[in-house]
């Protein structure tokens, strides 16, 4: 076998169970679904003198998160949007992601300033479905690793 560990580290593989959002003062949010964050970066083309192929140094990133919330009651995190709305001051939230592993280790992130960022639904209702609220958000801080996941 080429790669030995592919199959040995299967069974240290995370489903969504295994993970978790919380506020900043470590409030587990448990009417969120789902979460996910993600990095883009923006690099500067250029060419140099002598040579047909373009190149890329770094410039700039960004970080997004989205959530998908099941909508059970009213929450903080709407008041405070809607009150936002009115007085014209946006709310900012920093928040936790967090995953189990099976020995107990637990990879922690933490999110700070982050902003609404494009669409964020106010009602989304379907007959038959669980009303949920999705969430974008821009995170204006650089996320900060807490915490590795380990396997040993």
């Not at 990879?107 to 982050?114: A, I, L, N, S, T």
């Not at 960022?117 to 974008?136: A, E, F, M, P, Y």
Request: net charge negative; glycine share 8%; with cysteine.
């Amino acid at each position: 076998m080429r790669n030995p560990r592919a199959s040995v580290d299967t069974r240290h593989a995370r489903t969504g169970k295994d993970g978790a959002i919380y506020n900043k003062d470590g409030v587990l949010l448990a009417s969120v679904e789902s979460f996910s964050s993600s990095v883009t970066y923006n690099n500067s083309k250029y060419g140099v003198l002598g040579d047909a192929q373009e190149h890329e140094t770094p410039n700039t990133f960004s970080v997004s998160l989205t959530m998908s919330q099941i909508v059970i009651e009213d929450d903080a995190f709407i008041q405070e949007l809607y009150e936002g709305m009115e007085t014209q001051i946006m709310p900012s939230w920093d928040f936790q992601g967090s995953l189990l592993g099976l020995n107990g280790s637990e990879e922690r992130v933490v999110y700070r300033d982050c902003v609404p960022s494009g669409q964020i639904d106010l009602q989304n209702l379907t007959v038959g479905d669980v009303i949920k609220r999705n969430w974008n958000l821009f995170v204006n801080r650089p996320p900060k690793l807490q915490n590795l996941l380990t396997i040993g």
